[in-house]
């Protein structure tokens, strides 16, 4: 039917058609094609309401994954001023979203192939803003501009533009701030745009309100357009770096200043009456590097008196314990170097006694400080300050927790006593893709909708499966996987059986062991029954990541890894296709560090074992071939690195005592910590949360949490969990509330963060092999309901419950899966052979090469021991697909990844909904 059918139709089919309930229209909505929907609405505008007709859309685009929910602890609180909700201040709302063309646009765009994106957050939603791959170009103006462009730095009128079109009309200026795992930083200076799916960079803001004389102000600094343009005319941007911060930090602090709830109510003040939260921009006119604390609480006093607070008070840095002042930090300390600030952070208020002359030495450093007034006047022994505590933690938002609980129920359903292990597997050929094996479960599964064609339309396909209750970026679980091989027992051995600098040695760590077993009392038993549950599962080798040492899933793109090999070459591998995207020669030792940055999904942190080589790498994803390297201050002996929640920091530990914090901003060394364990320290990861917390895993019997909040100090660690063998590695669970740390043989704890007692504790119930070279690798699958572990001396991947008694959910048998690694194997080394090499390549030696390609011989090896897993990841987005390095005792062994699919392939009811089946 055409428009001007539509046009004719009789007055009895418009009154047939207004009686049909809305309830009706949305269901026939529900089951046709955006493009089906498209035609019904063009030729029958008259049947659907303009607010029912904008909600379908909204619903599409959901769908298609156009757009997505925002962290639901930003409606929260002060967290709603972030967003200019309206609360009464705001005589408007704020601009709309108009979901009919903000669809048409992308829909448009994915179709052409020639478009990029940026996802920009409105109110509690993420919207995919698209924009033609040449508009905005402006390389032509400098090489500074070329290089931000190729860089997929886009001018920020690009954003403006491509954003209005997907807006209702709105007659109010907009701006951009950017964000940075949920929390607000500084104004967008360029708009960032990506091929893929990419996390949401920045946030619109619109004023809360007009003068008469039509000044605009703004919830947030600066606080009008006038003093924006101001700041903007008289900013020296400092130069271009290369990296994934190409302006460094810039001038002062964004910071939140909130009254914390006790005292809120101690004040008698309440949020619909009274200002409780409010954001200032700290050193505007001085480099983020230079500002002190003093100088922070300087300005934080000035604003104490409107805030409600009496006038006179000071504001203090508080310490580690509740109504203290910090004492072993000055005005002086550098915000930066000394405190590792981060953009957006939340200050909670708090009025407190604090001895004065704790004050007056805090201070002192800050006379003929300009501007400062001290409030110090008083003669009394002690007085009132406001103690100001930093609240750094980002949002979190978990998988539903219906699908968890469905997928525990599925496994257990699933999982059969003694059942034999060729009936547990579900083989799946060489090249097989993850949409292939998607397809498996759609055939055994309940009949597809028959209104679900995907053939006809605005050829608008959906790119993915899009759950409505997708996690955060601060969510994904990166942790797993140690330093340790079977090739480096001879070492570690050496290492616990000679003293080396007040280290451990082996009589006092058998000493410390058994004390530890007295303590743990029945928690240890020396030998576990347990009956063997085979899980059934899907397994795929990649034949593309021969000679892996490390991997790492990436945090947004869905189908995208990137492996370290043995010979010290990175590649970037397309794990759906099986085929490496990009490659890059780094070093000629092996690759052990490996970590994505969550907010620039094209970049990645490597370190090199041995030479200890640090570098910073891109990858162009409408590029393949070579990749970006940018080298960083080495660390000598590295074992393992990890990347903070926002990307500002990374930390570096190895076969010392000895710990490394990187500035990834400015790309130098901030500090050495040294002798932080009594032995060496295998592996480090930071909170998924929280931007300063960290824990470290060592061979001294302890795991160790610290806080770079706090000064570093080897006997002020924040937890100190002692445990009965050396510590192989340790992980954070998804809302950073338990931490597994994984030893030798049997030994798996989980700690809770939430107690304050370092002895809390549970044990896992492993069976004991009574190896004292079974190395063991522990991580939390993606919901953090359920535990994976593997060691060394087995060929068997257990699955257990997270919460306590750490239920045996069921195990898999990895023995065999390296049986059909050797058909690929020529090829493999071909296309190795053949990819492109960087200039950075620093040793042109040759490579070793790996067992598959030894003296040219690509038979089959006539004893093939058993395989084992040398390292463990789980998929950000999928709670049952995790992948595991597998490896072999061979003396020159190889190593392969396998994509693992936990269950049989049938997908629960609430499973098939979320994947939109």
């Known amino acids: 039917m055409s428009d001007m059918e539509s046009e004719t139709s009789t007055p009895t089919d418009l009154a047939v058609a207004r009686h049909v309930s809305s309830d009706v229209w949305g269901c026939i909505a529900h089951w ?46 002060s967290d709603c001023a972030v967003l200019s909700e309206s609360d009464g201040s705001c005589w408007w709302a704020g601009p709309e979203v108009a979901w009919e063309e903000s669809f048409r646009l992308n829909a448009d765009a994915q179709v052409s192939g020639n478009h990029v994106f940026a996802y920009i957050r409105v109110r509690d939603e993420d919207v995919r803003v698209p924009t033609h791959v040449d508009e905005g170009d402006d390389r032509r103006n400098s090489a500074t501009c070329a290089w931000l462009f190729d860089h997929c730095w886009r001018p920020r009128s690009c954003l403006s533009r491509a954003f209005r079109r997907m807006l209702r009309p709105c007659h109010v200026p907009l701006r951009f701030r950017e964000l940075s795992s949920g929390r607000p930083g500084m104004l967008v200076r360029r708009a960032r745009f990506f091929e893929g799916h990419s996390p949401t960079s920045a946030v619109a803001e619109w004023p809360i309100g007009r003068d008469p004389d039509g000044v605009w102000h703004w919830r947030l600094p600066p606080h009008t357009l006038e003093a924006a343009e101001a700041a903007e005319e008289w900013e020296d941007y400092p130069a271009v770096r290369s990296g994934p911060h190409p302006w460094g930090r810039g001038y002062g602090w964004l910071v939140e200043l909130e009254i914390e709830a006790g005292e809120r109510k101690r004040m008698a003040l309440f949020q619909a009456s009274h200002e409780t939260s409010r954001w200032i921009h700290v050193g505007k006119r001085v480099l983020a590097s230079k500002i002190s604390l003093g100088q922070l609480c300087n300005e934080v006093t000035q604003h104490l008196q409107s805030l409600g607070f009496p006038s006179g008070l000071e504001a203090c840095l508080a310490g580690t314990e509740p109504s203290t002042m910090a004492c072993q930090v000055s005005a002086s300390s550098l915000l930066l170097a000394d405190l590792r600030w981060t953009q957006g952070e939340r200050l909670q208020l708090k009025r407190a006694t604090v001895p004065k002359n704790l004050r007056q030495a805090f201070f002192r450093d800050l006379d003929g400080f300009p501007g400062f007034q001290s409030g110090a006047s008083s003669s009394s022994k002690s007085e009132e300050a406001v103690l100001v505590t930093r609240d750094t933690a980002r949002p979190w938002t978990r998988l539903s927790l219906t699908r968890t609980r469905e997928s525990i129920a599925e496994l257990d359903s699933s999982v059969r006593q003694d059942q034999p292990r060729s009936g547990s597997r579900g083989s799946l050929a060489a090249g097989t893709s993850d949409s292939n094996l998607l397809e498996v479960q759609k055939k055994s599964s309940a009949k597809v909708k028959p209104g679900r064609s995907r053939s006809a339309g605005l050829q608008a396909v959906r790119s993915r499966p899009t759950n409505l209750d997708c996690p955060a970026s601060g969510a994904y679980c990166t942790d797993g996987g140690g330093g340790i091989s079977d090739s480096d027992a001879e070492e570690i051995n050496s290492a616990t059986a000679v003293d080396r600098g007040g280290q451990f040695s082996r009589a006092v760590s058998e000493q410390a062991s058994q004390d530890h077993r007295r303590t743990l009392g029945p928690l240890i038993s020396e030998q576990v029954s347990q009956p063997k549950r085979n899980i059934p599962y899907q397994q795929r080798l990649l034949m593309s990541s021969c000679g892996t040492r490390q991997f790492e899933f990436h945090p947004t793109r869905k189908g995208t890894l990137l492996a370290g090999r043995k010979d010290g070459s990175i590649a970037v591998i397309d794990h759906e296709a099986d085929k490496t995207t990009h490659f890059l020669d780094v070093d000629s030792h092996p690759i052990l560090g490996i970590s994505w940055l969550h907010t620039n999904p094209q970049w990645a942190v490597i370190g090199v074992s041995q030479s200890g080589a640090t570098s910073l790498v891109r990858y162009d994803e409408s590029k393949p071939g070579p990749m970006e390297n940018v080298r960083l201050e080495p660390f000598k002996h590295l074992s393992s690195l990890s990347v903070n929640c926002t990307d500002e920091y990374f930390m570096t530990s190895g076969f010392c005592v000895d710990l490394g914090l990187y500035d990834i901003v400015t790309g130098r060394r901030l500090n050495l910590f040294r002798g932080m364990h009594q032995n060496f320290i295998n592996i480090l990861r930071f909170a998924h949360r929280s931007p300063h917390v960290f824990a470290t895993a060592s061979f001294d019997h302890t795991c160790k949490v610290w806080d770079l909040r706090q000064p570093m100090a080897a006997s002020r660690p924040v937890r100190h969990y002692k445990t009965d063998t050396m510590n192989v590695m340790c992980s954070f669970s998804p809302d950073d509330r338990h931490m597994l740390c994984s030893g030798v043989d049997a030994t798996l704890h989980q700690f809770s963060l939430d107690s304050s007692s370092d002895a809390s504790s549970s044990r896992f119930p492993i069976p004991a092999m009574h190896s004292n070279t079974n190395y063991r690798r522990s991580i939390y699958l993606t919901d953090g309901d359920m535990v994976a572990t593997a060691a060394t001396n087995e060929s068997v991947l257990r699955i257990y419950q997270a919460a306590t008694p750490h239920r045996f959910i069921g195990q898999l048998d990895v023995k065999g899966c390296l049986g059909q690694r050797l058909e690929h194997s020529q090829t493999s080394m071909r296309h190795m052979q053949n990819a492109p090499r960087s200039r950075e390549y620093l040793d042109a030696r040759e490579r070793p090469r790996t067992s598959l390609s030894r003296e040219g011989n690509t038979q089959q090896p006539q004893g093939v021991k058993d395989e084992y897993v040398q390292s463990l990841r789980c998929h950000p987005d999928e709670p049952r697909l995790l992948g595991a390095l597998l490896s072999t005792s061979e003396t020159q062994p190889d190593a392969y990844i396998s994509m693992i699919r936990l269950g049989n392939g049938t997908a629960t009811r609430a499973h098939r909904a979320s994947l939109g089946l």
């Open 32 to 77: 046709l094609l955006p493009s089906e929907f498209v035609r019904l609405t063009r030729c029958s505008s008259f049947m659907f309401d303009p607010s029912e007709r904008h909600s379908l859309w909204h619903h599409f685009c959901y769908l298609e994954g156009f757009a997505r929910r925002a962290e639901q602890s930003l409606l929260s609180g």
